[in-house]
């Protein structure tokens, strides 16, 4: 059964820049969640997403957003980017329900310039 | 508010010890799940254990086991036998109320030298 697969492994991009990262759960997961992973503020909920909806939402910007398609990809996208976005992100996918286990992919790891 | 402490920053042992890392939780809700994940230097972070809070029966999964006590809020994990492979940051993580969010700790950095 494959992973979760995040793509792509590694961006740099320039400050006020826009960026897409994407993700793909585990087939028959349904939510897949957002975490930003910094040094400073370690790992942070950006949002969740089932069946298409998000479903909770994160203390971050309006800059941060995201949707999922009927095939439960994720998508998150991050508007104007600034320096301190500097971080890894990581997709979690679960089959949905509350308290299941959380399958991590390897992350994103964005860096702004 | 809902907050899970690692008040280990980071663990040094010798292969072979055993070492634990410690997890303290609050929480207000009575249904609650809490999780162990291991990050190696690679980012992913893997999954270990899940344990309920109607649940506090503890697991031992080969040299893994963890002890999860209600009365004191905690959820240790143990390594008997270390190895060098098990070098790697440790966090604990609480998902409590109606959501799919995880609050996680600030890790546990463990080194095992040979």
């Known amino acids: 059964k494959a992973g979760v697969t995040q793509t792509p492994r590694y961006l740099i991009k320039t400050r006020g820049q826009q960026v897409t990262l994407s993700c793909s759960p585990i087939?028959?997961?349904?939510?897949v969640s957002w975490y930003q992973q910094t040094p400073g503020q370690g790992l942070q909920f950006l949002f969740e997403?089932?069946?298409?909806?998000?479903?909770n939402k994160g203390n971050f910007p309006g800059r941060f957003s995201g949707r999922q398609f009927s095939n439960s990809r994720s998508e998150m996208n991050v508007s104007t980017l600034e320096l301190g976005d500097s971080a890894l992100y990581l997709c979690a996918s679960s089959l949905g329900g509350v308290g299941t286990e959380a399958f991590f992919g390897q992350g994103t790891r964005l860096t702004v310039v | 508010a809902q907050k899970v402490t690692q008040a280990q920053t980071e663990i040094s042992v010798v292969e072979k010890e055993d070492v634990t890392l410690d997890c303290v939780y609050e929480?207000?809700?009575?249904?609650?799940?809490l999780f162990w994940y291991k990050q190696p230097p690679s980012g992913e972070l893997v999954f270990l254990i899940r344990?309920?809070?109607?649940?506090?029966q503890n697991e031992i999964s080969g040299r893994y086991s963890w002890n999860f006590q209600k009365s004191t809020s905690s959820f240790n994990f143990t390594i008997t036998a270390s190895q060098v492979v098990d070098s790697a940051v440790y966090f604990c993580?609480?998902?409590?109320?109606?959501?799919?969010?995880?609050?996680f700790g600030t890790g546990t950095l463990l080194a095992v030298q040979p």
């Open positions: 087939s028959g997961h349904r939510s």
């Open positions: 929480t207000r809700d009575t249904t609650y799940y």
């Open positions: 997403y089932f069946s298409e909806t998000q479903r």
């Open positions: 344990r309920n809070s109607f649940d506090e």
């Open positions: 993580a609480l998902n409590g109320g109606a959501t799919n969010k995880l609050i």
